[in-house]
């Protein structure tokens, strides 16, 4: 079985036309989701680049990895996997497989593509490399212009300084653009291991539509922001919230920039997904030319979401909301029914499901499940909810959070936890946790929370030890009877 790995960097579930947006062109995944497997409830294990896509190379979960922050914004914690890490890209190799990466790797500092197994350039970074050796031929090659932007979109910072770049205008034409490279180099390596007589692994990670949004015009000016309906949670008062909530608003400027500002800048972030739908057809058009569908698997994710103004905030962070932590997820395998399934699965699952798909033993990932039994309409025993984890980004803030069918749970020791009721507050503007009449729901999800830690055997459950009597959570007959001691020991 062949495998060919789409992924996009801090993508919103709600811009593609499968997960219900009516104003983004997204033929091309909207086709891989009729064909295929739509996971509506598909989480990123941690919202930032680095640790996400550490642990869909080894299976396991950020706190057990320990690649716990993006390089750019190391807050101490280490870059790299231990040396005899298990990672899946090694284990395909020895299993006879090729093995290729285009695009965006940001899964370590000192380690590249090619040290776990994988062909192609190494593209470094949190951005387009533009200075990138490859992509400069690849100019040459074609007699294309270089990278030129203008028509900056940026805030003010609350010391006056000039805030993040958000958006510009690429001076480029559409061929020129780093994701045209990217598929052009995806084809043209497709083509290359067709050629051979052995089954690949595949996989182009696009940089964007990660901020800032840098298009040709075509995209730039696609959506017109008349029809942008503004996420409701940009009515966030951040009452009863972390105070890093409204620091971070602050850092990201969004109250400096009128309300106009902000309808263009999801106008231009959802002409960027359009764009990269374009990409990914190209991709996908190969498949079928080549004659090689019905023996290739196709996943489309991304490693997490982004704000775009929801909650007044910009990028990710330390705040657990469905905006960034929710993610589009589809997996498509040749001869399995299209379908939608609700289970909570995760990017994580991705690790176990490659190797599943390979014949290759899934234990070493082991924080990941594969998702062929799903996939194919089964219907495994799955939990019926999810722990997310983050670490930090810009500095130390460690959170926990526990999402099931109604509720979402958020311990952050130190400061404010957050409980929210999905069904009646889907934006997650009120905060309830504190709220009298939630204290059985309170409880009850954090005993299941400490449980899940605990088999996890993620040390995290120190905090909540610190932080909560034993008496709140005695209706769990796995924590009841303990004290304060022989939860630490």
Not at 39 to 59: M, N, V
Not at 270 to 282: H, P
Not at 441 to 453: G, I, K, N, Q
């Amino acid at each position: 079985m062949n495998l060919l790995f789409l992924m996009t960097d801090q993508h919103r579930v709600d811009t593609l036309g499968a997960y219900g947006n009516p104003h983004v062109a997204t033929p091309n995944l909207d086709r891989l989701a009729a064909t295929g497997t739509r996971f509506d409830r598909w989480y990123t294990p941690t919202a930032i680049c680095t640790p996400a896509r550490a642990s869909l190379l080894t299976g396991q979960a950020p706190f057990r990895h320990k690649v716990l922050a993006n390089r750019e914004r190391n807050v101490g914690y280490q870059e790299d996997l231990p040396d005899g890490a298990f990672t899946f890209g090694e284990a395909l190799r020895e299993r006879g497989y090729n093995c290729g990466l285009l695009g965006k790797w940001h899964a370590s500092s000192a380690k590249t593509p090619a040290d776990y197994g994988f062909d192609g350039p190494h593209l470094p970074g949190w951005h387009n490399p533009v200075e990138h050796e490859d992509y400069l031929a690849y100019l040459k090659e074609h007699d294309l212009p270089p990278y030129e932007i203008h028509d900056r979109i940026r805030g003010t910072l609350p010391n006056g300084g000039p805030g993040n770049l958000l958006a510009a205008r690429l001076r480029q034409p559409v061929e020129a653009t780093f994701e045209h490279y990217l598929a052009t180099r995806t084809i043209e390596l497709l083509r290359r291991y067709s050629a051979e007589n052995r089954p690949f692994y595949l996989a182009t990670h696009f940089f964007g539509p990660h901020l800032p949004y840098i298009v040709p015009d075509e995209y730039f000016d696609m959506i017109d922001p008349a029809v942008v309906e503004l996420p409701k949670s940009i009515a966030e008062t951040f009452e009863g919230k972390p105070p890093v909530q409204r620091n971070y608003s602050a850092h990201w400027t969004f109250d400096s920039m009128p309300i106009e500002v902000t309808r263009k800048l999801i106008a231009v972030y959802w002409g960027y997904v359009s764009m990269i739908d374009v990409e990914i057809g190209r991709i996908l058009d190969e498949i079928d030319v080549l004659g090689i569908s019905q023996e290739t698997s196709v996943f489309f994710t991304c490693d997490h979401g982004e704000f775009t103004g929801s909650h007044r905030l910009h990028d990710k962070g330390p705040a657990m909301y469905e905006d960034i932590y929710r993610t589009p997820g589809i997996v498509r395998i040749p001869g399995a029914p299209p379908q939608v399934r609700d289970e909570f699965v995760s990017l994580l699952d991705c690790t176990a499901t490659i190797l599943d798909l390979a014949g290759v033993d899934t234990a070493p990932a082991v924080d990941s499940r594969s998702l062929v039994p799903l996939v194919k309409g089964e219907d495994p025993g799955w939990q019926p909810d999810i722990v997310c984890e983050f670490h930090g980004h810009h500095f130390p803030y460690p959170q926990r959070m526990l999402r099931d069918d109604r509720y979402k749970l958020v311990v952050n020791p130190e400061s404010v936890n957050e409980l929210y009721d999905l069904e009646r507050d889907p934006d997650e503007l009120l905060n309830v946790y504190h709220h009298p009449e939630m204290a059985p729901v309170r409880e009850r999800m954090t005993a299941r929370l400490y449980r899940l830690l605990v088999e996890r055997d993620d040390r995290f459950y120190h905090w909540m030890t610190s932080m909560y009597p034993v008496g709140a959570v005695d209706h769990d007959p796995t924590l009841s009877g303990l004290d304060d001691q022989s939860y630490l020991s």
